[in-house]
């Protein structure tokens, strides 16, 4: 029987050994089974002809891992059964043993042995399995003893099936993954302990008057009546500011334990994201339970038909997205790999992420926390329209779940009630009243749940009046529009709304491609249209001239895209803010014919933290730590005519810089940020066509001096239409080659600007390293600037790579 806590059971670090992450000894098959007892029966059996056959997994695991990149399939979306043994020892008398998910995708069984103990239907929000009693049953049967020696049976069923009456749809812009992709623990606790601690800091605008207020929920399953609480607050430094002890009678239902005053407190802020301790101590008879939580205080303000204010100041929210997917695992990213990705935004200068479109790890909200960037975190309600009571149940359980597990992170300013709502397609009915009058409910129970923070939504114009903030569709430069338009656009939208703040922005760029003419398309796209997103803008056919379909999809333009949309955004003082849309390049369903097929590629960085070149713009911008970065690290070779000048851009948040070509120096130029592109730090150059030209950067930020420098050759030869493939190996290290191709003419020049596709194969003992969904890690892909890389594990053994395009030969290379 299942015991649904109704949140997650909040967990601390302080357990010690009595919270355990079960990562390894896994074994999965993707696949469904005929029921949970083909899943024991081998060990009870002991037949080696079992199938189907397992495979061994670590967790967290996703089984899309892959698939959600390949250029020939669709990606798999069905039930998949994981199985492992644990050893349960539970060291409190009556105690209870649970099994905390942290976030498993979509819809989720438990069994012990074969009596399934639960499920769970959402792919993203936490949840908690008391698995005391099933355990403690199996452990009176015989396979207990003989069969399993002692060990228990844990078999999960996970299931990702398409289902029109669950949320996210999928019509959305990213896959709907399956697996135990986040951390499972295993959880001890003594009969009586806490299911969630509310803690609510408040201060007040001008910061010198804090309170902060302790609820609790006690997860009692035995009905004790009385326990002894003890609360302390510790300081940002670790010290002892407040503390309360008292006997409490234990109550169903959530219940105040004490409310201290903090005069003066520490801030949280992104610059000083000062965090406070609370530990609650709960002890009824010899056992005590510790959880603690870390708390900020912060005042909020969207000013009606203005900024944001922190702390009683104008704070100019500077901001990305996150999906939660990497290359080679997809959902299932790591605790490092979060970590490293959460500070490679703190780098870039964020301040503000908007965490799309679903409830994200607690690591991540951690990291916000203690990195100091501000949060909109949103239910999965996307695109599709509006489903039955089934459907509008979930989503009404998991706005209660995401708020009440990460109500106490001081990062989070807003509830996300929905994404792009005015999208129908998985229902024969679209009706905007029935839509409006949903969202009208999901704000209710916000404020019900929260009254503390905003809420909000993106794209739904006949529902913008309903939340507190509002974001429309304003893509300028990419889906209609020219950048330019984007201050003009962005006012008007502005004063449609009571609370304006921009998220999703910016364009897609295909790594390793530059172009010498970036803004060519322009001239195609028709002014004052709006800069709206429209049904079939995303199509790479058809419709309206745009630069989402007839620009290049270079590094080149983006940089110019967002280089404008930055200088502008300082010079609008009534701005709350915006957000970049995303900040890494992530995998979707509804983008085969990308030039990474099923890759949307508006990220800053490629999914597998790899910078493109619109990092750093945002890095000149954003930041203070001083910095310079010549345009060009990844374009090897730049065309023109003999003689001819060429833009070198530097992007710098230093004060002045001095260009450097071959040794010779082109000049100090000061950084003004209105003057585009780069800030004025451009510079008309000469380029040797006879060597590698060397380029440096000095820049300098008063006594401090920041360099870069790159190599570029410069080919004046002009080429024709490609005709022929050339393979070739790059580079080989600890056992892992580096193969490019590149597109040459009928008189052996490399096209420079070719965009063919080319298709990776392998023969032999190696590995290719496709599916990763970046441009060096696809075996089909579009070139960039008339080449195209791909990596082989060799395995220490020979093998034979090949590489074909439509209308030429194909090219191989022994290994």
């Not at 530097?650 to 450097?660: K, M």
Request: proline content about 4%; glycine content about 8%.
């Amino acid at each position: 029987m299942l015991l649904w806590l109704g949140l997650v059971l909040s967990i601390s670090t302080a357990f010690g050994q009595q919270r355990t992450r079960l990562n390894d000894d896994w074994e999965f098959v993707r696949q469904d089974l005929g029921g949970v007892w083909e899943a024991v029966r081998p060990v009870v059996a002991g037949n080696p002809e079992s199938v189907p056959l397992w495979q061994k997994v670590t967790l967290p695991h996703c089984f899309n891992a892959r698939d959600a990149v390949d250029p020939d399939v669709n990606y798999y979306q069905g039930p998949g059964w994981y199985r492992t043994q644990l050893t349960v020892q539970n060291p409190y008398a009556n105690g209870r043993t649970l099994l905390h998910f942290e976030g498993a995708g979509q819809k989720t069984e438990v069994y012990i042995y074969t009596t399934k103990v639960g499920s769970h239907v959402g792919g993203y929000d936490e949840w908690t399995m008391d698995i005391t009693q099933a355990v403690a049953d199996f452990q009176k049967t015989e396979a207990y003893k003989t069969q399993f020696k002692g060990k228990i049976p844990l078999s999960i069923r996970s299931d990702n099936s398409r289902d029109l009456e669950m949320i996210p749809s999928d019509l959305s812009d990213f896959n709907v993954y399956g697996g135990i992709y986040r951390y499972l623990n295993l959880v001890y606790v003594p009969a009586l302990s806490l299911e969630r601690i509310a803690a609510k800091a408040e201060v007040d605008k001008a910061g010198k008057q804090g309170q902060l207020t302790i609820k609790a929920t006690f997860f009692n399953p035995n009905q004790l009546a009385k326990a002894e609480i003890n609360v302390r607050i510790l300081d940002p430094k670790g010290k002892q500011v407040e503390r309360y002890q008292a006997g409490v009678a234990v109550k169903a239902g959530e219940q105040e334990l004490h409310a201290f005053r903090v005069k003066k407190p520490q801030l949280w802020s992104p610059d000083k994201p000062n965090l406070y301790t609370v530990q609650v101590t709960v002890k009824a008879g010899s056992d005590a339970y510790v959880q603690t939580e870390k708390v900020g205080f912060r005042h909020i303000e969207f000013v009606e038909k203005g900024p944001f204010m922190l702390n009683g100041k104008r704070l100019l929210l500077r901001g990305t997205h996150r999906h939660e997917d990497h290359a080679g695992v997809a959902a299932a990213m790591t605790e490092p790999m979060i970590r490293q990705e959460m500070r490679m935004m703190k780098e870039m200068g964020v301040n503000f992420i908007r965490l799309g479109h679903y409830q994200q790890s607690r690591i991540v909200l951690q990291l916000c926390d203690s990195l100091g960037i501000t949060v909109w975190e949103e239910i999965p309600w996307c695109r599709g329209g509006l489903g039955g009571e089934v459907y509008q149940s979930q989503a009404k359980r998991m706005l209660t779940n995401m708020i009440e597990q990460h109500y106490n992170h001081p990062a989070v300013i807003i509830w996300g009630l929905g994404n792009e709502n005015d999208w129908p397609g998985d229902f024969p009915e679209f009706d905007k009243e029935k839509i409006r009058t949903f969202m009208k409910e999901l704000n209710a129970l916000s404020h019900q749940l929260d009254a503390s923070r905003y809420t909000a939504i993106r794209r739904c114009d006949f529902c913008k009046d309903i939340p507190d903030v509002y974001s429309p569709s304003i893509w300028a430069g990419w889906y209609r529009g020219i950048y330019t338009e984007y201050k003009e656009v962005t006012e008007k939208e502005f004063q449609g709304v009571k609370r304006f703040l921009h998220v999703e922005w910016g364009g897609d760029s295909h790594a390793g491609r530059h172009s010498e003419n970036p803004d060519n398309a322009l001239a195609k796209i028709s002014r004052g249209q709006g800069a709206d997103e429209r049904s079939g803008d995303a199509s790479l056919f058809g419709g309206s001239a745009r630069v989402s379909k007839d620009g290049d999809w270079s590094e080149s333009y983006l940089c110019n895209l967002v280089d404008w949309h930055l200088k502008e955004q300082e010079t609008m003082p009534w701005l709350s803010g915006t957000a970049y849309w995303p900040f890494k390049d992530f995998s979707t369903p509804v983008r085969p014919d990308n030039p990474i097929p099923y890759m949307n590629q508006k990220g800053v960085i490629e999914r597998d933290f790899t910078k493109k070149e619109a990092y750093y713009v945002f890095q000149s911008y954003w930041t203070t730590t001083p910095m310079a970065h010549i345009y060009g690290h990844s374009w090897p070779v730049r065309w023109g005519e003999a003689g001819e000048q060429k833009m070198v851009k530097v992007y710098s948040n230093c004060e002045q810089a001095e260009l450097f070509v071959n040794g010779r120096s082109y000049g100090v130029k000061k950084r003004n940020s209105q003057d585009f592109p780069a800030a004025g730090l451009r510079w008309l150059v000469t380029f040797d066509n006879s060597r590698e030209n060397t380029i440096k950067v000095v820049a300098r930020q008063g006594k401090t001096v920041v360099q870069d420098e790159i190599q570029q050759r410069y080919q004046t030869d002009k080429w024709g239409k490609p005709a022929k493939l050339i393979l070739e190996k790059t580079a080989e290290q600890n056992g892992l080659a580096t193969v490019q191709v590149k597109l040459l003419d009928a008189h052996g020049v490399q096209c420079l600007d070719a965009v063919n596709w080319v298709s990776f194969s392998l023969s032999g003992d190696g590995q290719l390293l496709d599916d990763l969904g970046t441009s060096s890690g696809s075996r089909k892909v579009q070139v960039y600037n008339g080449r195209a890389v791909i990596r082989v594990k060799t395995n220490g053994g020979k093998s034979v790579v090949g590489v074909q395009s439509e209308g030429m030969a194909t090219a191989l290379l022994p290994l």
